[in-house]
């Protein structure tokens, strides 16, 4: 089980840490104790690879250093 409100990190670390045998059950969202919903290893990937999406998006693939991304939405 992982809080809610976690990050993305936190439930790949969560999921990383257990054992084989449990890595196609999903993980369970709780909200004050209280079970809210579930994330499986699928859903948590597709989340994973988004942000990495959104981060190469931000930098200048040649240099890795912040890109123009902020300035134009700024401008925009």
Same mark, same amino acid.
């Given at each position: 089980t992982?809080a809610?409100?976690?990050?993305? $990190?936190?439930?790949?670390? =969560? ?6 045998h449990?890595?196609?059950a ?6 004050? @104790? $209280?079970? =809210?919903? @579930? =994330?499986t290893p699928?859903d ?9 999406? $959104? ?11 912040p890109? $123009?991304?902020?300035?134009d939405?700024?401008?925009?």
């Open positions: 992982i809610a409100d976690a990050s993305v $990190r936190e439930a790949m670390q =969560v999921f990383a840490s257990r054992p084989d449990a890595a196609p999903p993980l369970v969202l709780l909200d004050a @104790g $209280r079970p =809210v919903g @579930g =994330v699928a948590l990937l597709r989340a994973a690879a988004e942000m990495l999406d $959104r981060q190469h998006a931000r930098t200048a693939p040649v240099t890795g250093l890109g $123009r991304v902020r300035c939405e700024h401008l925009g």
